[in-house]
Structures are given as C-alpha cells and as structure tokens.
C-alpha cells in the first residue's frame, strides 16, 4: 500500500494542535507499519514543522515519540504589525500577481529614483512562518536598495499554499522551470523587469531556509533570468522530492542534489551563508549548495574573520578568469538558523554575525 506520507504527517500536526500528542504518534506508527488510514490531501506538507525536526548538528534518526515532541513545539513569530519603513522618496507597496501558474501577493520596494533608473531586481524568498514586511525588517534589505539602486520584490507565500507558509522546494512539481512555484516567481521576476525597463542579466534572487531552497532551485532552472543567487541557511536543488527525503536533508543525510544544467544561460553564481550551530538545515547543506552550483575548476580563496564585536566566520571564494565572482560560502562560528546581520525587528535573524544582506549584494552587483 502506498502511503501519502505528507497527507499522514498533516493528520499527525492536526492531531498535536488538538492535544492528542499520543494520537499523533498512532498516526505515524500505522503509517510506517503500511497501516495508515486513507486521509484527504492537504494542500502541502507542513514544512516549517519538518524543519524543527531537523534539529541535529549530527545526522543520526530520532525515535519517533521525539519526533512527535519535536513536531509540538511552536515556531517563532513575527512581531505583530511590524512593517519596514521607506526612505525618503523611496515607496513600498502592496500588490497581486497572477499568471498561468498561479497568483500571489507581493510587496514591492522602489528606491528614490536616481538617473540611469534601478539598477537591478532582487526577488526576496522568506522563509517558513515569515511575511514580507516581516523579512524586509529583519534583513534590512530595503537599505541596501537604497545605497544601490535595486527594487526589491517580496513575495508571499500564505498558508493556503503550504501550512507554514514556506516554499514547496520539497515536491518535484517545484522544481522544474515550467511548473509550479519556479514559474510563478520567474514570471513575477519577469514582469517587474519589463514593467521598470531593467537591464537584462541585471535580476537576482536571494532566500532564507525554504526561501533560500527555492532561490537554489530558480538559479538551477531559470538560469537565462537570475544573474546571481544567494541562499541563506537552504538546501540544494533536488535536495528531496517529498517529507520523508525532506527531513533527511534537513539533517544532512542522503541527499543527492541536482547540479545545475549547463543550459545556454550556463551555472548560475551563487553565494551562501550557513551557521555552524544551524540544528535547523545541518550546515552541510551550505557546501551542497555551492557544489551543486556546477562550477568546475577555479582556484579557492580562504579567508577568516569576524564580524564587529560579533561572531567568527570562514569564508571560501571563487572567481571566474575575469575577477568576477563565481562562488562564495559563508561559515558563521555559533551561528543558529538565522539571517546573519539581520535585524532583532524581524523573525530568523542573528544581528552578530556579518552583514549577509550587503555581502550578497556586493556579490551580485560584481557578477555583472
């Protein structure tokens, strides 16, 4: 009998809200057991509560009653209200989206306009839980567009498309480049593009945790668009292709990404972040990305440092024969499941660590 492990595990969470802890792990014995009662789909796994199963520096398996516990265990939440401000001149907005593969809501940064028009486009991929306003708060990314010239778009992903509001990085209708979420984002990209008159090979795409995953998988898919990727504390594209495969990434265990496909747009740059003390996404997954980025060759550039009065961190570069950048990796000594540099405002943020937001962009505006 096949079971639909996402629908069960969504039977399992439902059952945790209700208090029914022992219920739940009920649930998920009859399903390994092949027992499992048929159970309507739900519209998407509930993400964000695999990821705090995944909460090991060192992959091993958990008994499954720690799972349940881990599984009842409340995620962080966005201040309530909280909503970036603009800079003078500058405007932030809400808007809707839609196309052939779907619609979404959006917020939408403009900074003052500047002679030569923006600059360029950085598409912002929040992660699970988080809202827009929330994660603009918390990188501080609105700043950065303002000392560069970028228009920022925020996508949201709400709870009618995944549980905990993350991407579906996971499903493999997702990660293919005419399909599902990757289509609809790209097409989005597309849109503010044309609409601003942005100059080709000038758009980006930046995300934390899921976000961060779904950034991995547009770069690998829509390479002709994306001029550059940063992923903060994410996975690699085709990291997992359902719940179960999805926790094991998340610890860092049997993961068998898809390198990038040498398309006529060729790998895409990439630059990630990733904390040692992430018991989120095991840091491995940091290595996995820039691996899976499929830039062969190049000589490695090691370097140590710290952030002011704040944490240690390894950095690893990759530059192309020209002096652009191809890769860089990130490691943050101490560092949890959180944007580093960010601000306490928002959700998921480390303000300790080096300034991630204007280190990719740097890396972005070098690529082209």
Known sequence: MKIDFPAVMGRALDQIRAGKPGEATRTIQAALAGQADATPPRPAPDVMDAEIVA????????????????????????????????????????????????????RLYQPAPRPGGPQGIVLMLHGCTQTPDDFACGTG???????????LIYPHQSRRHNAQGCWNW??????????????????????????????????FAAGLSAGGAMAA??????????????????????AAHDLPSALAAMRGE??????????????????????????????SNGAAVIAAAGFAGGQVQHEQG????????RRARVQ?????????????????????????????????????????????????
């Open 306 to 313: 710290r952030a002011t009065g704040g944490r240690a961190f």
């Open 170 to 203: 996971f499903r493999p209708t997702d990660q293919h480049a005419n399909t599902g979420e990757p289509a609809l984002l790209a097409a989005l990209a597309r849109s503010i593009a044309a609409e601003f008159d942005v100059t080709p090979g000038r758009t």
């Open 254 to 283: 049997g993961m068998r990404p898809c390198a990038q496909r040498a398309t006529a747009g060729g790998p895409v740059p990439t630059i990630v972040f990733h904390g040692l003390a992430d018991t989120t996404v095991h840091p």
């Open 55 to 106: 909460d090991t520096p060192a992959p091993r398996r958990r008994p499954l009653r720690e799972v349940v516990d881990m599984l009842s265990r409340a995620a962080p939440r966005p201040a309530p209200g909280v909503r970036p401000t603009a800079a003078p001149g500058a405007r932030y907005e809400s808007r809707s989206f839609a196309g052939p593969h779907g619609a979404r809501d959006y």
């Open 320 to 368: 192309g024969a020209d002096g652009r950048p191809l890769t860089e990796l990130w490691q943050i000594e101490g560092a949890g499941h959180g944007w580093s540099g960010g601000a306490a405002a928002g959700s998921y943020t480390d303000p300790t660590g080096p300034d991630a937001s204007a280190e990719m962009v740097r890396f972005f505006l070098e690529t082209v």
């Open 217 to 238: 998988i547009l770069g690998a898919t829509h390479p002709d668009l994306f001029a550059a990727i940063g992923v903060h504390s994410g996975l690699p594209h085709g």
């Open 141 to 151: 990314m609105n700043a950065q567009a303002d000392r560069h010239g970028l228009i």
